[in-house]
């Protein structure tokens, strides 16, 4: 199984930036998808998830507004659409999969992807 996250970079304060995330290897019925980052020195936080069968999402409180996950019709990509970026969400980005919370234990993780917002 493989999760491979790109898209990331050196952007300015009030840019926007997408990631994708391509899941291979087994197929991800009843899985969330799901975001997180990590910012140096900091523990791992939780960005927001999309429901990989129906397309729901939910998003932490500090991104809500200004960050949108999506998936395209195939299955094959999501995506995470970060627009307005703050340096505080300077960060590795690593997107995961998981077979029960969203915001609890992943079965799956793939490398990270270095996003550095500059103010």
């Known amino acids: 199984v493989q999760l491979q996250a790109s898209g990331g970079g050196l952007v300015q304060a009030g840019d926007s930036l997408r990631l994708q995330c391509v899941p291979s290897?087994?197929?991800?019925?009843?899985?969330?998808m799901v975001w997180w980052r990590q910012a140096p020195g900091k523990e791992r936080e939780f960005v927001g998830a999309?429901?990989?069968?129906?397309?729901?999402?939910v998003y932490e409180d500090s991104v809500t507004g200004r960050f949108t996950i999506s998936r395209d019709n195939a299955k094959t990509t999501m995506y995470l659409q970060m627009n307005n970026l703050k340096p505080e969400d300077t960060a590795i980005y690593y997107c995961a999969a998981g077979s029960a919370s969203p915001r609890g234990y992943m079965d799956y993780w793939g490398k990270g992807t270095q996003v550095t917002v500059s103010s």
């Open positions: 999309i429901n990989w069968d129906e397309g729901n999402t």
């Open positions: 290897g087994r197929t991800f019925r009843g899985f969330g």
